[in-house]
């Protein structure tokens, strides 16, 4: 137990490779039924985890009066706050807020919903990516684990709202579950608020092009997917937006 923390965040494939007898014991040891009845699924890290520094203690400063008034009656401006880069990037004739509205809300989503993405979509402004989760030997056998692992992923992206949309599915039958998604992000490229989280890594990552028929099918078969229909080969298991 004392190597399972080390193995998460600081001794990554490298070490791994130049200890390989440890490795494979310990491999071994968290994948126990007894072992991950208590601990869930333990990831080794790919890479190591960078240490980030405390924040420095705020000093007592002296308390100062209010701002003056200007002569118009206003206060002294303010300093803003940081914004997120894709904030400044330059307008787009595709309103993502309206699509979540109009699209979530929609009985038609494959049908009018798609339709409506497909004619106002702007690939200048936008870009989509298919996710496929890179199993673990053990993982993917017992639909409430995977369930469970799912979710955990999309809460942890939970404040990643306004630049984003998707919808991810467990795909598959029990004991051979797949977690699959597609993507829509602000921008081009992935943005930092995925990159930063620490579950992504795990899973691979395909661009889409809207103008590639069997891309416009994919995303169309996840973004309208419910329970029980076929996407990407494979019943639909459980499925939930990020909107």
């Known amino acids: ?11 990554d494939g490298g070490y791994r490779k130049a200890m390989p007898n440890v490795s494979a014991w310990l491999e071994k040891f968290v994948q126990l039924p007894e072992v ?31 701002a003056k008034k200007t002569e118009g009656g206003d206060d ?13 990037l330059p307008p787009s004739p595709f309103v993502l807020p309206e699509f979540k509205t109009f699209f979530v809300n929609l009985p038609d989503r494959r049908g009018e919903g ?27 056998k017992v639909l409430f684990q995977t369930s469970n692992m799912m979710n955990g992923f999309l809460q942890r992206i939970d404040h990643f709202r306004a630049h984003t949309f998707s ?17 829509l992000f602000r921008g081009h490229g992935i943005p930092q608020e995925m990159i930063d989280h620490p579950q992504f890594e795990y899973y691979k990552k395909t661009l889409l092009d809207v103008n590639k028929p ?12 419910k329970v029980g229909d076929t996407v990407n080969g494979l ?8 909107k």
């Open 36 to 66: 991950v009845s208590r601990l869930g699924h333990v990831k080794f890290c790919q890479k190591v985890i960078k240490p980030q520094a405390p924040p420095k203690k705020e000093e007592k400063k002296e308390v100062k009066p209010a």
């Open 114 to 140: 798609m339709k409506r993405f497909f004619e106002t979509y702007d690939p200048a402004g936008y870009c989509i990516y298919f996710v496929h989760y890179d199993k673990y030997e053990g993982e993917g």
């Open 76 to 88: 002294e401006p303010k300093k803003e706050k940081e914004r997120n880069p894709l904030d400044l």
């Open 167 to 183: 919808m991810t599915a467990i795909l598959g039958e029990e004991p051979n579950l797949e977690i699959e998604g597609v993507w």
């Open 235 to 242: 019943k639909v298991q459980e499925c939930k937006l990020h």
């Open 1 to 11: 137990m004392t190597l399972v923390p080390l193995y998460q965040v600081a001794l």
């Open 214 to 225: 069997e891309d416009r099918q994919l995303i169309t078969d996840f973004w309208a997917a």
